[in-house]
């Protein structure tokens, strides 16, 4: 269930949170982890709608639509509001989440190549040696899961060199430049990345404590 936290004219990025499903639909809005409103479908959000909050202050909420994509916008009064930073918590979370569905994808992969013999997979380079990629992802995460910040280094200096084998691969084998692979992989070294800002966070609100 997509989430936001909003920051408020008082500065607390804690008190406002709204939880959502698909479409838009069953739109919840938290104070203080109390629900103080419900909007069931699109369409209400769509015309918009004004909700008393309890310090006497009025929320309005709308769905701003765009060509290409529909965000939620806020105003507490007439101010406008910007949702909070995701808490360095959910964000290092993310990222070992990421190595492990690596590593159990690769572990999958491996054992279809190694042990099954599915020939598509084969096909594609992928053998035995896809079961040790996902042992090192697997540790990998458990390590970025103890804020290691080598180990973020080491998971984006695999993918480059994962990306580089891939591409030779591809070109000695007729298959072209494997420009989905590599945007893919792309993708993946941005979004490890922010682990360096994940731990750097976490650090700093620890020695804040």
């Not at 040790?132 to 458990?142: E, K, T, Y």
């Not at 792309?186 to 966070?201: K, M, N, S």
Request: glycine share 8%.
């Amino acid at each position: 269930m997509p989430a936001e936290r909003y920051v408020l004219e008082n500065g607390d990025d804690e008190t406002l949170a709204l939880l959502w499903e698909k479409g838009w639909q069953n739109l919840q809005v938290y104070w203080q982890n109390e629900r103080i409103a419900h909007l069931p479908d699109r369409q209400q959000l769509e015309k918009g709608e004004s909700i008393s909050l309890p310090d006497g202050s009025t929320l309005h909420i709308s769905l701003e639509k765009s060509f290409l994509s529909s965000r939620l916008n806020l105003k507490q009064n007439e101010t406008a509001l910007s949702p909070a930073d995701m808490p360095p918590e959910m964000m290092l979370g993310n990222v070992y989440g990421v190595l492990f569905f690596i590593a159990a994808f690769s572990l999958l992969a491996g054992i279809g190549a190694a042990f099954l013999d599915i020939r598509l997979l084969q096909s594609f380079g992928v053998g035995e040696w896809a079961i040790h990629f996902s042992l090192i992802f697997f540790l990998l995460g458990v390590l970025v899961r103890r804020r290691s910040t080598i180990a973020l280094v080491i998971a984006i200096g695999v993918f480059v060199l994962d990306g580089m084998i891939e591409t030779s691969f591809a070109l000695n084998n007729g298959y072209g430049f494997p420009t989905m692979a590599i945007l893919f992989r792309l993708i993946l070294i941005v979004w490890v990345a922010q682990g360096f800002e994940a731990i750097r966070r976490l650090k700093e609100k620890e020695a804040a404590l």
